[in-house]
């Protein structure tokens, strides 16, 4: 394929409810949607999951823009490519940034199986025409709160609920929700709040029967995170740390884990999930695919990535409503009683609407030749 030019829309999409996490709590998120146009005027895209500031990972969109402008981009439209595989390929003397290297990646991807014809999925090699999604929930103010926000999930037929957890809201938080929903499908994320100082803490969680404990300790850690596990029988699920393949493979090889949770952006893209997909099947260690906030463009990759075979827990791939009170894609993503079902349109399955975009629309920068 040739890609003529690159388009980097950058929104600013308000939340309808604040996200807190155990590092911060957020009202809006900035969204960078990567459009890569061929020289038959076809476009495909892909979107930025950085965050606005390096607390998640290191990446921020700031510099992710930079480096999609400087790098990424540019070897995109200066390069004939045959696959979207090549694409790794080609950024692979750059390091990490990964989160804007599958950005632009994805828009390649999508790019390409609407040349192709095929759904996103297709293209991939999933085979799943739904997927089961959960939802990821925010700490509140008090637990009271978070009580309600969870019995208004359930009854949305969400298929596992997960809650954010810190030193101090979790423990006597977690058994209030036991409490009031019995045996319901529930996990939670520490987001690397813990360390090994707090094995007491994360021993007691093991009373609650917890689907999994996602990112107890430090990002990129897989030494203590192998500790910890063969100290509880929660199965530790590991996001932050697995950053790219050698860290999935990292971690398998060391016990750090019993479950993945893949996201495409920090990992560096659609090739590299593959991979890790595959070895994680090889390894017998399930995998499920987490959530950035993402606008619809986001939401339709995860999607796609989730209709491979070993992606068999939940993922954090809700609902376009369930952070927006409108997103920018046509239609929108929609759960029902917890299931999504996979378009079968061409690429990511949606039309990026720009009627509707032009809200939260901040700035277009064009990449050329
Ligand atoms: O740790 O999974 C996480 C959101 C932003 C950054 C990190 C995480 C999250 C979520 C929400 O948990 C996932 C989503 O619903 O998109
Ligand atoms: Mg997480």
């Known amino acids: 394929?040739?890609?003529?030019?690159?388009?980097?829309?950058?929104?600013?999409?308000?939340?309808?409810?604040?996200?807190?996490?155990?590092?911060?709590?957020?009202?809006?998120?900035?969204?960078?949607?990567?459009?890569?146009?061929?020289?038959?005027?076809?476009?495909?895209?892909?979107?930025?999951?950085?965050?606005?500031?390096?607390?998640?990972?290191?990446?921020?969109?700031?510099?992710?823009?930079?480096?999609?402008?400087?790098?990424?981009a540019p070897l995109v439209i200066q390069n004939e490519i045959a696959h979207p595989d090549e694409v790794w390929e080609l950024f692979k003397p750059f390091k990490r940034n990964n989160m804007a290297k599958s950005a632009i990646e994805g828009a390649v991807w999508d790019l390409y199986a609407k040349q192709e014809g095929i759904t996103l999925s297709e293209a991939i090699g999933g085979r799943k025409n739904e997927v089961e999604v959960g939802i990821s929930l925010g700490l509140e103010d008090t637990d009271e709160g978070l009580l309600e926000r969870i019995k208004?999930?359930?009854?949305?037929?969400?298929?596992?609920?997960?809650?954010?957890?810190?030193?101090?809201?979790?423990?006597?938080?977690?058994?209030?929700?036991?409490?009031?929903?019995?045996?319901?499908?529930?996990?939670?994320?520490?987001?690397?709040?813990?360390?090994?100082?707090?094995?007491?803490?994360?021993?007691?969680?093991?009373?609650?029967?917890?689907?999994?404990?996602?990112?107890p300790l430090a990002a990129g850690d897989l030494i203590d995170h192998a500790k910890l596990q063969k100290e509880i029988s929660t199965p530790v699920c590991l996001d932050e740390s697995i950053d790219s393949y050698e860290a999935a493979a990292g971690a398998i090889e060391l016990g750090s884990c019993r479950?993945?949770?893949?996201?495409?952006?920090?990992?560096?893209?659609?090739?590299?999930?593959?991979?890790?997909?595959?070895?994680?099947?090889?390894?017998?260690?399930?995998?499920?695919?987490?959530?950035?906030?993402?606008?619809?463009?986001g939401r339709l990759h995860n999607i796609a990535i989730t209709t491979l075979s070993n992606f068999t827990l939940p993922g954090d791939t809700a609902s376009s409503s369930r952070y927006w009170h409108e997103d920018i894609i046509t239609p929108e993503v929609s759960a029902e009683d917890g299931i999504v079902t996979v378009s079968q349109e061409p690429g990511i399955g949606a039309a990026v609407d720009f009627g509707k975009m032009e809200q939260y629309l901040q700035k277009t920068e064009v990449v050329t030749a």
Not at 3 to 30: A, C, D
Not at 37 to 66: K, T
């Open 1 to 72: 394929m040739k890609i003529k030019e690159i388009k980097l829309h950058q929104l600013l999409m308000g939340l309808k409810h604040p996200f807190t996490t155990s590092f911060g709590t957020q009202q809006e998120r900035f969204i960078t949607i990567v459009e890569a146009i061929d020289d038959a005027g076809r476009s495909g895209f892909g979107e930025c999951v950085s965050g606005e500031d390096p607390l998640y990972s290191e990446e921020f969109m700031d510099a992710s823009l930079i480096a999609m402008k400087k790098y990424f």
């Open 152 to 215: 208004e999930k359930v009854e949305e037929g969400y298929k596992r609920i997960k809650v954010k957890i810190k030193p101090g809201r979790d423990v006597e938080m977690i058994r209030k929700i036991r409490e009031r929903f019995g045996d319901i499908p529930l996990m939670v994320d520490a987001n690397s709040a813990y360390t090994l100082d707090d094995m007491e803490t994360l021993k007691a969680l093991d009373a609650f029967d917890l689907m999994m404990i996602e990112q």
């Open 259 to 297: 479950i993945i949770n893949v996201k495409v952006g920090r990992v560096g893209g659609i090739t590299q999930s593959k991979k890790i997909h595959d070895l994680a099947l090889e390894h017998d260690i399930p995998l499920w695919c987490g959530g950035m906030l993402e606008a619809g463009v």
